[in-house]
């Protein structure tokens, strides 16, 4: 497609969207609550709606006379196999650490920024191209109507031109592997349109053979590192109308319904290998997507995606917004009660994990699978220091636990490839990775010395491997990640360091992720450190979980002592001189710090190391932190922040964070404090899925928690979700819970023991329930899954008395259950 023809269908587009701003009108059908509908089409990207079935991806815009699908797939990546490892590292780290435990911060900073370069510093996620659908005549379409059902994946358009109805549906097959597309008209032979394909990258060709249109492409050059990714787009078309062709597109004429199929491959074998075959590949899939026709290819779509999405029901009850269209109903959200647009907000979460996350594929990167730019923020890759983590919170508690596996399979990579980063970087046995990865599973620092140097993210990536084995009980799968966990404990066994003052192992040199804690004489910010508290918490739970797996399996008794023996040597949590937890080894926290990452408090979410029940100083350390953190941040740190106020037992304060994070932002807006884009994308800005999966998390464990020895229900329940019901969740040892509330007091609780075992209950005091084998708890719950490992007394400063925050008054019960078993709960 040449510039000009592009500029002309785009001009048509926006004129197309202008038109149908004037005269336009949709209803909601009765399925509205799981539908994102709105009155026209998308004219930014922001705007257009997300499909996926896990390798392929596309946005549709949804436009009736030029319809766009922005296409993805998962493999399209910058650059080769390679790893980015500077040996010469290796030299510069003893001289930071000796320089830092001298306390010459800036000299240490100033050493690391100047030293610690790589020419790589993690490739980027590609598109793949552009698939348009041209409708002449239908810029003066009316009863415009556009939607998301996320209750069966589908995308779908629908108005009218001349007295006849058009409608549009889109689907990523979970089970053809292919996108599809299928074009109806209410009248006999009125669907005429024209298929064309585009690309932004230089490197392209389109074409016409064998009856497909082709595209093929190779994304650019980047650090200097050559392209290796080929990739080949096929789509086909199969209409009871006439099909002809050009060198470069396909049309159809005198149509009733037609169906565009969508096939796309690459020549990505594994992170090592790109010797695939990118052609015989995407004839493979299309030949697949297309043995059935439209009608069969959706049902079979819908089936396997509602085996994931039915799991999960949660019903907040409704109000009048639920009527408007879904950028309505955000704009709106702050001033008007509208619980349905939070249970959608959740729903969507899930749907955007079914979509973007399937086994056998790549974890989902900084943008999901959605995203438009060769040059994309971040280069939408896997930061790993909070993000790539956030992206897997849902998995568990919202029942999806196998969509967890690609971040699974990436992190079983990492151990291989981590071991060059131990060994060249660090001279420590295992494996290690920093704060960013790719598709070539990169582990070397990225971004220099102020935001690269920090040898965690492979670390806190490991708790998402014990987290997986607690919920489900699968000692198979634990005994096959176990050397996992073993390497990355092995490398801070070897790494560790005593600091001068009072000997405790640290990490060093690290930093408290992307935040600094001064400044040097010339003003430049420091973030290099030892013993950052975050650091010392993922060290802790990573040796905790490697003894407990070790113990669960009877083996490397031996390795788990030498493990045990060094934890006893970690730093404890301290409280500092604001009566906050602090960040730092040393108290250089400042109050008015409303910095987006609140590292530190790790240990409170995703962690379980401050509890209200277990260590109170440390919980009201929390809540000081909280408070003087803010609220307002980029649209992720306010989806963490969600999580951290649902451990909090506040549910009112996680529901305002709630509200802020459905904020309606502009969708042109690249730049200032997060909210949500019109099409429910979590906007940072721009535009970062991690936001949609922490506030599915986060208002999963607002009514669900099982980290801190117990199940707990309805933790954080704001005043303003009275009455409702979740149906589906999952609480660690294998428990699903169903519960019924009303007037905010639980009603009803139904649990399915897929493991057995004792099941302890926290419940509100005031909650009495009507069963007679219910026991009151005594002592520590003996059910394994609900172990806590005890922390080290906290050292607090002498000059702080700590205001101990109120919590609900609640008893524990016990309840006995046999695998597969099912059991009712009633309450007065």
């Known amino acids: 497609m040449s510039e000009l023809t592009e500029t002309r269908l785009r001009i048509i587009a926006t004129t197309c969207s202008l ?39 596309a946005m549709v815009f949804g436009n009736p006379a030029m319809e766009r699908l922005q296409l993805n797939e998962e493999t399209i990546w910058t650059g080769q196999p390679h790893n980015n490892i500077v040996e010469s590292h290796s030299l510069v780290i003893p001289q930071l650490r000796r320089l830092l435990f001298e306390k010459k911060y800036a000299q240490a900073q100033a050493l690391a920024n100047e030293k610690l370069k790589a020419i790589q510093n993690g490739m980027s996620y590609q598109p793949a191209g552009d698939l348009w659908l041209q409708f002449p005549g239908h810029e003066t379409a009316t009863g415009y109507s556009r939607d998301l059902n996320i209750g069966n994946a589908t995308a779908s358009v629908s108005y009218n031109v001349a007295g006849v109805r ?179 907000y959740f729903q969507f979460g899930r749907y955007l994990m079914i979509a973007g996350s399937q086994p056998n594929g790549q974890p989902t990167n900084l943008q999901g ?13 896997y930061t790993i220091n909070i993000n790539t983590e956030m992206n897997y919170w849902p998995s568990e508690i919202t029942n999806l ?23 060249k970087m660090y001279n420590a046995r295992g494996w290690a990775a920093h704060h960013n990865t790719d598709l070539w599973r990169i582990t070397g620092p990225v971004d220099g010395g102020f935001y690269g140097m920090w040898p965690m993210g492979g670390a806190w ?17 634990l005994r096959e990640i176990y050397p996992v966990l073993k390497g990355a404990a092995t490398f801070y066994v070897d790494a560790l360091q005593h600091e001068p003052d009072h000997n405790w192992l640290v990490v060093t040199p690290s930093m408290s992720p992307e935040n600094s804690y001064m400044k040097d004489s010339a003003g430049n910010a420091i973030s290099l450190t030892y013993g950052a508290t975050m650091d010392n918490q993922i060290v802790f739970e990573l040796f905790s979980n490697t003894i407990r797996a070790a113990g669960v399996l009877n083996i490397d008794a031996s390795f788990a002592d030498t493990v045990q023996r060094k934890k006893n040597f970690l730093p404890p949590m301290q409280i ?33 190391q401050i509890s209200p029940y277990r260590n109170p100083e440390l919980f009201a350390a929390a809540k000081n932190t909280l408070l003087s953190r803010g609220d ?16 909090m037992k506040d549910g009112n304060h996680a529901y305002q964070l709630i509200k802020n994070q459905l904020t309606l932002v502009p969708s042109d807006r690249q730049k200032g404090d997060g909210g949500t884009y019109p099409n429910l994308f979590d906007a940072h800005p721009p535009f970062q899925i991690d936001g949609n999966f922490g506030c599915t998390a986060g208002i999963a464990e607002m009514l669900l928690q099982s980290h801190d020895g117990s199940i707990e229900i309805l933790p954080a329940l704001p005043d303003e979700w009275k009455s409702g019901s979740v149906k589906g969740l999952i609480a660690r040892g294998g428990f699903t819970v169903d519960i019924e509330w009303k007037n905010n007091k639980v009603t009803r609780l139904s649990l399915f023991s897929k493991l057995g075992g004792n099941c302890r209950i926290r419940i509100d005091a005031a909650a009495t329930p009507l069963r007679s084998d219910l026991v009151l708890a005594k002592g520590e719950n003996q059910n394994s899954f609900f172990f806590v490992d005890e922390i080290a007394a906290p050292l ?28 009712e709960i009633s309450f007065e």
Request: net charge negative; glycine share 6%; proline share 4%.
């Open 369 to 381: 699978k959605w995203n438009d730019r060769t040059n994309p923020p971040w280069d939408s890759k």
């Open 461 to 477: 990536l490991c708790r998402h491997l014990w987290e997986h084995y607690q919920f489900t009980g699968d000692k198979n799968f």
């Open 166 to 344: 058009y409608t549009r549906t889109a689907i990523a097959s979970l089970a053809g592997d292919v996108i599809a597309v299928h074009c109806k008209a209410s009248k006999v032979h009125a669907l005429a349109f024209t298929v064309l394909l585009n690309s932004i990258h230089q490197n392209k060709k389109i074409f016409v053979q064998d009856g497909l249109l082709i595209l093929t492409g190779m994304p650019g050059v980047a650090e200097k590192l050559e392209p290796k990714i080929q990739f080949e787009v096929d789509v086909a078309v199969s209409t009871n109308g006439s099909v002809s062709y050009t060198d470069t597109s396909v049309t159809v004429a005198s149509a009733t319904e037609a169906t565009i199929y969508v096939s796309v491959a690459t020549n990505f074998k594994n992170y090592r290998d790109v010797s695939d075959d990118p052609h015989a590949k995407a004839i493979a899939h299309l030949k697949k997507g297309m043995q059935k026709d439209f009608s069969d290819l959706l049902d079979e779509h819908i089936k396997a995606y509602r085996k994931y999405f039915d799991r999960v029901n949660l019903d907040l009850g409704s109000s009048e917004q639920a009527a408007l269209p879904t950028d309505e109903r955000l704009k709106n959200f702050s001033a008007q009660f509208d619980p349905q647009l939070v249970s959608l």
């Open 19 to 57: 038109l149908l701003l004037c005269a336009c009108a949709a209803a909601q059908n009765s399925d509205g609550a799981l539908k994102l509908w709105y009155r026209q089409p998308a004219e930014t990207w922001n705007e257009a709606l997300p499909i996926g079935n896990g390798r392929l991806a």
């Open 796 to 823: 607090i400063n002498k000059n702080v008395s700590l205001q101990q925050p109120s919590v609900r008054p609640t008893h524990e019960y016990d309840l006995p259950t046999q695998a597969s078993g099912s059991y």
């Open 632 to 647: 307002i941040s980029t649209g992720w740190s306010m989806g963490w922040k969600v999580n951290f106020w649902a451990r």
């Open 401 to 423: 636990s196998e969509l967890g596996e690609p971040l699974i399979s990436m992190l079983k990579e990492l151990s291989a490839t981590g071991r060059e980063s131990a060994d």
């Open 576 to 608: 500092g001189q604001f009566g906050q937890l602090q960040e730092w080894i040393h108290d250089w926290d400042r109050e008015n710090d409303k910095h987006r990452h609140i590292s530190h408090l790790y240990g409170l979410f995703p962690s379980n």
